[in-house]
């Protein structure tokens, strides 16, 4: 089985930044990507930003050129930098690791962006 464990989540002004950080472990056996997902609520779990094994990298419209996506591939991890947050940004987010032998979620954590 594999593990993700989130950390980095909170309550931030509009205008202000936070970090997510995502660590796999467990029975990993080769990753395509990682990724953040997010959800708020009455509403479907979308793609955020994820980031293949080789480097490339995917972001939703709504972040881009706000928040960038890297992952340390020694350690199987995976970070979020958010900056200039908006409201709209505000749900739980997940980590999420996509690997040949099967696809895993973490539990989430909560973005909360409010004045």
């Known amino acids: 089985q594999v593990q993700l464990v989130e950390s980095g989540g909170g309550l931030v002004q509009p205008g202000g930044s936070l970090r997510l950080s995502c660590a796999a472990s467990?029975?990993?056996?080769?990753?395509?990507?990682m990724g953040w997902y997010r959800q708020a609520p009455g509403k479907q779990r979308e793609l955020v930003a994820v980031?293949?094994?080789?480097?490339?990298?995917n972001y939703a419209e709504s972040v881009k050129g706000r928040f960038t996506i890297s992952r340390v591939n020694a350690k199987n991890t995976v970070d979020l930098q958010m900056n200039s947050l908006k409201p709209e940004d505000t749900a739980l987010y997940y980590c999420?690791?996509?690997?040949?032998?099967?696809?895993?979620w973490g539990q989430g954590t909560q973005v909360t962006v409010s004045s």
């Open positions: 467990g029975s990993i056996f080769r990753i395509n990507g």
């Open positions: 999420n690791l996509d690997d040949l032998k099967g696809n895993y």
């Open positions: 980031i293949t094994s080789g480097g490339s990298t």
